[in-house]
């Protein structure tokens, strides 16, 4: 049977055409390179070697450029893309399978805080950690911090009692214990200042020593300013409500009931917030006002490992309460070295826990 199909090729890319022979005098696109050319017949019937060997060059159109990009030598390269932005650039995942909340967000320095996000699985082993390798320690440093005030408690105790039967002025005991509960105050600061200082110290794997615990002195007056602060803002934020409660009349016990709960809600949510702010100031990074900024940026992606960590404190403090009130020497350590190590992974800071080599098997 005799093939009635014209072979050409393409005079664009060279490709190797069959055309049927109705395509003679018409113009065909080519499959390969969408080039147009005429399909001429050739002069013995569209036998091979019939179609003109000279080079076809199509005429220009508007419709149809002619004009063919040059192509890459390597056929899997990327292609080349310039003057747009890249996923990463718009914050968006470059993952296909992601989900729509996985959003990458480009990391903001804060001085020399790099906040990252850690997860509780984290914190909790390299707490746990530091713990074990400075128990003792710890230990040691937090009945020190806790048994510091008992004199001045002994002695308010005591002063009270001699006041009233010397009939000295009112004014006077009352001014007593205000000074008595402000030295209190500002040495439970200091020691706890301190404690905190050297766990931190017990986390990053550097050396500590029991006398730590009084070289805090330096943060005291910070933290101090900041326990004015909260306590301050606390009062402001409670006083329209308790303005309200003394003309309510009959309303009063609800309505101050729904008040003590909103500001336990709120005040809550705030030091998820902002609980890095005294170790900011204790590890000497940042002053007052400078360490509520970078808390809040410290915490910003770790809201629901914030959360957990005082889950996890709380129910330390509530199993050490519950061994006679004793075992709250041990688990606040404990409390202390989760919180401190989640500060350190919160600010970027690399903490290497130590692991215990594993055995080799010999043949």
Known sequence: MKDDRIELNCPACGVRLKLPSVAAGREARCPACQAVFPVRPAATGGRIGDVPTQPYVPAQSAAEPTSFPPQKEDPFAPPEVSGIENEASRGVSSNPYAPASAVWEPVKAVGDVVPTPVSIDEVANVGWRAFADNWLVLFLANLISSLA???????????????????????????????????????????????????????????????????????????????????????????????????????????????????????????????????????????????????????????????????????????????????????????????????????????????????????
């Open 149 to 363: 005030s008992l004199p001045l408690v002994i002695l308010n105790q005591v002063l009270m009692p001699v006041a009233e039967a010397a009939e000295v002025p009112e004014i006077l005991p009352v001014l007593g214990a205000f000074t008595l509960t402000l030295v209190n105050m500002l040495i439970s600061v200091w020691l706890t200042a301190g404690v905190l200082r050297m766990t931190i110290a017990a986390v990053r794997r550097q050396p500590v020593a029991l006398c730590m615990v009084f070289s805090a002195f330096d943060a005291v007056p910070g933290l101090f300013g900041l326990s004015m602060l909260a306590f301050g803002s606390s009062f402001l934020a409670v006083l329209p409500f308790m303005l309200a409660v003394r003309v309510m009349g009959d309303a009063a016990p609800l309505f101050g009931f729904a008040t003590i709960l909103t500001v336990f809600v709120v005040s809550g949510l705030v030091t998820l917030r902002l609980w890095p702010v005294p170790l900011l100031v204790i590890d000497r990074r940042r002053g007052v006002l400078g360490s509520l900024t970078t808390a809040w940026a410290v915490t910003r992606s770790n809201r629901l490992t914030s959360f957990l960590m005082w889950l996890l404190t709380m129910g330390l403090a509530f199993l050490g309460y519950m061994l006679c009130c004793f075992g709250i020497l041990l688990t606040l350590p404990l409390s202390y070295t989760i919180i401190a190590s989640g500060f350190l992974l919160m600010c970027g800071e690399p903490v290497h826990v130590r692991t215990a080599a594993r055995p080799r098997m010999i043949a």
